[in-house]
């Protein structure tokens, strides 16, 4: 693919190649760092790659069945338990039809505020969770999709964003841990409907 630098009014005032000064970070009244070394601002290029399921449906994780999935309706998916957890709890929420945001029919969307506020509860069932947090980069895949991540009970340093640096670095939870959290998550939410732990079918 034939990449070329952006270009833009941002862009040409960008310092590309040089690094940066991380102490906005550090000095964050949520951040958690003592110290941090930003690596030098890279060359912006564009077209950037396809997100996965851009070309081929086909290859989008979100569309096709997985062990994972740990409730599920007609129209939405919650999964979890795909990687190692340092926090209480890290799940996707995904529609089962392949859609962008800006695209996305809004009558899908409409039932995403109801259920961010069902996951919210269900993650707080964790015993030991004072929050959960969510979070949509969508850079990854083109199916539309967002992350709930909880906050463990007293832990001020994962405040914010913070929250994300500490799972990549606190203990995994040990697998029965896991399972259990899971299980906690998906029958509070099943408990509203859907079904927790559903076969795994091509919707799924």
Known sequence: MDQQPADSPYHRRLPIGERLSARPLVEDRFSSFEDAVLSKLEPMLVPEA???????RSECPHCRPSP???????TWQVRAGFAPMGIPYVG???????????????DLLAGLGPLMQRVSAAVK???GVARCHFGR?????EHFHLWALARPAGMMQGRGAMLA????????LDDDLVAEHLRVVAEHLAAGGGEAFPAQTPSS
Do not use: K
Not at 50 to 56: I, S
């Open 137 to 141: 980069w969508g850079d990854g895949s």
């Open 125 to 127: 069932a964790i015993p």
């Open 50 to 56: 396809p997100r996965a399921g851009e070309l081929d």
């Open 68 to 74: 994972h999935t740990i409730w599920s309706d007609g």
């Open 165 to 172: 640096f500490w799972d990549d670095v606190l203990p995994p």
């Open 92 to 106: 996707g929420i995904a529609p089962h039809e392949h859609v962008r945001l800006e695209d996305a029919p809004v």
